[in-house]
T-cell receptor, first 114, second 118 residues
Framework: AQTVTQSQPEMSVQEAETVTLSCTYD???????LFWYKQPPSRQMILVIR??????QNATENRFSVNFQKAAKSFSLKISDSQLGDAAMYFC???????????FGKGTKLTVNP | NAGVTQTPKFQVLKTGQSMTLQCAQD?????MSWYRQDPGMGLRLIHY???????DQGEVPNGYNVSRSTTEDFPLRLLSAAPSQTSVYFC?????????????????FGQGTRLTVV
């Protein structure tokens, strides 16, 4: 069975500062994909960043980057230059390559303080 | 481009009532799924479909039925609502793995339905 663990139910950061959200996962598959989804108060789920397990290079999307440690099964999200609009619930998510079923962590609520 | 459209956005039901949550997508995605989101639980898979006429159970299927008669639509039916089904429900769609070389593609979500069963 696949599992995703987010050990930080809540985090806070000052505007313009950097914050890292933690995620660990477990899977016996070698072909899998990891995602971070953002859920703002509007409830809409938005893809932030995607990582293929077979790629060693860490994914980046503008101010968002990941630290993918495959051996440790760790997939943390770093948000640089935090903005008020980054305030949201963030979900770490895993899927196997041959399936589109998503396994979600319990989420981390990020607060951005002005 | 509408993406994934879910209706209704809010619903209150009495225990024992039935209802259908509607989901439609216009991206020609083969894969569609329903999740429920409960506080402190993340999202959990209820049912999914890999194409018209094919459905299967996810992690928490009890009390729910689905059907997939067209590629576009994937309704979720609550047969006899219970307070334990109070939740926020999300429909999602994506490409089926392998089609056109796609794997691990982005899932697109509807805006969610907040359901309260009293």
């Amino acid at each position: 069975a696949q599992t995703v663990t987010q050990s930080q139910p809540e985090m806070s950061v000052q505007e313009a500062e950097t914050v890292t959200l933690s995620c660990t996962y477990d899977t016996s598959e070698s072909d899998y994909y990891l995602f971070w989804y953002k859920q703002p108060p509007s409830r809409q789920m938005i893809l932030v960043i995607r990582q293929e397990a077979y790629k060693q290079q860490n994914a980046t999307e503008n101010r968002f980057s990941v630290n993918f440690q495959k051996a440790a099964k760790s997939f943390s999200l770093k948000i640089s230059d935090s903005q008020l609009g980054d305030a949201a619930m963030y979900f770490c998510t895993l899927t196997q390559g041959g399936s589109e079923k998503l396994v979600f962590g319990k989420g981390t609520k990020l607060t951005v303080n002005p | 481009n509408a993406g994934v459209t879910q209706t209704p956005k809010f619903q209150v039901l009495k225990t024992g009532q039935s209802m259908t949550l509607q989901c439609a997508q216009d991206m020609n995605h083969e894969y569609m799924s329903w999740y429920r989101q409960d506080p402190g639980m993340g999202l959990r898979l209820i049912h999914y479909s890999v194409g018209a006429g094919i459905t299967d159970q996810g992690e928490v299927p009890n009390g729910y039925n689905v059907s997939r008669s067209t590629t576009e639509d994937f309704p979720l039916r609550l047969l006899s609502a219970a307070p334990s089904q109070t939740s926020v429900y999300f429909c999602a769609s994506s490409y089926r793995p392998g089609t056109g070389g796609r794997r691990g593609t982005e899932a697109f979500f509807g805006q969610g339905t907040r359901l309260t069963v009293v």
